[in-house]
């Protein structure tokens, strides 16, 4: 039987954010996806000055191409993060949460739930999170300046590799 782990803590500025970048930047492959998208850029460069008149609308089409990754990369990274927060006023809440064997206890200003630990299928470790996830998409985050002491995150790693099969170390 491990011991119950509370932590109480309340979302800094732009914690949030950082958390949901972290999290984007796990699905992200950033070096492939941006070299992709110079060499098309390059292609349509070549295509555009060098090109007969015939091609140029193909090279302005590979500029669009080209154009677009590191922009959904930009959105993802810098936009979602800021619109997740400013739609989601429960974030600036305090949070109370108590992991324990029989679960998670979940507490804020209009919650109070108790959630199964099958209810999460896994958690990723993070520089300054642990990022537990109920879906693909959807986590919670818990930054690790919330933990008081090292036995706190011992105590709450016990918990996790007990009860969550899938956990993953980024840090």
């Given at each position: 039987m491990n011991p119950a782990v509370t932590l109480t803590f309340r979302y800094l500025p732009g914690e949030y954010g950082r958390a949901v970048r972290a999290h984007q930047l796990l699905g992200i492959r950033l070096v492939p996806d941006l070299l992709v998208s110079l060499m098309v850029l390059a292609v349509s460069a070549w295509t555009v000055h060098f090109?007969?008149?015939?091609?140029?609308?193909?090279?302005?089409?590979?500029?669009?191409?080209?154009?677009?990754?590191?922009?959904?990369?930009?959105?993802?990274?810098?936009?979602?993060?800021?619109?997740?927060?400013?739609?989601?006023?429960?974030?600036?809440?305090t949070y109370q949460l108590t992991f324990s064997d029989n679960g998670i206890r979940f507490q804020i200003t209009s919650v109070d739930s108790s959630i199964e630990w099958s209810l999460y299928t896994g958690v990723t470790e993070v520089r300054e999170f642990y990022l537990l996830y109920l879906t693909r998409r959807q986590f919670t985050a818990i930054p690790k300046r919330a933990f008081e002491t090292a036995a706190e995150i011992q105590a709450f790693e016990a918990l996790l590799v007990e009860h969550i099969s899938q956990i993953a170390r980024r840090v």
């Open positions: 090109g007969v008149d015939r091609y140029f609308w193909l090279g302005v089409v590979f500029c669009g191409i080209g154009l677009v990754f590191p922009t959904m990369i930009a959105v993802a990274l810098f936009v979602l993060p800021r619109t997740m927060l400013a739609r989601n006023p429960r974030l600036h809440d």
